[in-house]
């Protein structure tokens, strides 16, 4: 589902700041090489949370979910000098890509990479967080957000990625597993009288949640 016609989104696209070029050969070597592509978060959206991050000046980024390595390094974008980030994923295939181009980086040691369940490693990081990305198993979203929120400081922000699951979330009785996970997420969030919340039709969906209190 295209949530904006593919002229506008263009359009928004050639008037949004370019990404380095190391961000853009990472992405054309996902595109041609991987079947998986579409699991990057790609041009505009890459921008989007780079934005976030440069706005936030964030200590402290967990991204659950690193694929390639490309939402790491615009999330690094916006990091403090005495920044870091945490990102956690179980491919040793597609990680080892990315440490190749975040090596490439000045910001190659500000990022950290754990291989393994992420719902083990979030209550061993002993981190207070400013920024989290949440990209991975879609009917884990809940389950990590319950784990990240006391971890999160007040003032913090989550964003959870394709939360419209392609407009599958609108159906009502869902076959669709991650759909209905998905769902159940957007929903839990929306109940949550600790957050305020805003859902974006950015790509496939972008639910971004701002910790109020504990």
Not at 26 to 43: A, C, H
Not at 148 to 160: M, T, Y
Request: hydrophobic share 40%; glycine share 6%; aromatic share 8%.
């Amino acid at each position: 589902m295209e949530f904006l016609a593919p002229e506008i989104q263009s359009y928004a696209e050639r008037h949004t700041s370019a990404e380095s070029e190391l961000l853009a050969e990472l992405r054309g070597k996902t595109e041609r090489e991987r079947p998986d592509k579409l699991m990057l978060s790609g041009f505009y959206q890459g921008r989007l949370l780079a934005m976030f991050s440069k706005m936030m000046q964030p200590r402290r980024i967990l991204e659950i979910g690193t694929f390639m390595g490309y939402s790491a390094l615009c999330l690094a974008e916006g990091l403090s000098e005495d920044g870091k980030i945490i990102t956690l994923d179980v491919e040793p295939e597609t990680n080892a890509i990315a440490k190749e181009f975040w090596a490439r980086t000045s910001d190659y040691a500000k990022i950290e990479s754990y291989l393994g369940d992420a719902a083990q490693i979030i209550p061993t990081l002993t981190e207070t967080f400013d920024l989290v990305f949440i990209d991975a198993d879609k009917p884990s979203y809940a389950k990590y957000y319950d784990l990240i929120f006391p971890k999160l400081r007040v003032g913090g922000i989550i964003i959870a990625d394709n939360v419209l699951r392609s407009g599958k979330v609108l159906k009502a009785e869902n076959t669709d597993e991650n759909a209905a996970a998905l769902h159940k997420f957007n929903q839990k969030i929306q109940a949550d009288e600790r957050v305020s919340n805003v859902l974006l039709a950015v790509r496939d969906g972008l639910m971004v949640v701002r910790k109020e209190r504990d």
